[in-house]
Nanobody
Framework: QVQLVESGGGSVQPGGSLRLSCAASGYTYISNCMGWFRQAPGKEREGVAALYTTSGRTYYADSVKGRFTISRDNATNTLYLQMNSLKPEDTAMYFC??????????????????WGNGTLVTISS
């Protein structure tokens, strides 16, 4: 089992920044893929960024490339998502997820095994 707890969400104006954190505990070594997903009201959950612990490779959705950065602190088992130049369309509930995936690029949400409860990000002027 892997437990994931997100934090860092909030409300900021367009152009602002936020950093999301995901504290992972449990059998984290079984998960090769750690990722961030988001879900806006009425929309399907979508992958935002993913990091593969074995290869170190990272992948991003086209909509966030150049603005978001995924990283991991191995010492504390914490996953981060640095979000810059935020736009109103980034408004969503953001979820941290883990899965024992082979490197398939940005994974679909149904390919992930463990989920946090989410943290809300609201971008509004």
């Amino acid at each position: 089992q892997v437990q994931l707890v997100e934090s860092g969400g909030g409300s900021v104006q367009p152009g602002g920044s936020l950093r999301l954190s995901c504290a992972a505990s449990g059998y984290t070594y079984i998960s090769n893929c750690m990722g961030w997903f988001r879900q806006a009201p009425g929309k399907e959950r979508e992958g935002v960024a993913a990091l593969y612990t074995t290869s170190g490779r990272t992948y991003y959705a086209d909509s966030v490339k150049g603005r978001f950065t995924i990283s991991r602190d191995n010492a504390t088992n914490t996953l981060y998502l640095q979000m810059n130049s935020l736009k109103p369309e980034d408004t969503a509930m953001y979820f941290c997820a883990a899965g024992g995936n082979s490197d398939v690029g940005l994974p679909h949400y149904y390919g992930m095994d463990y989920w946090g409860n989410g943290t809300l990000v609201t971008i509004s002027s």
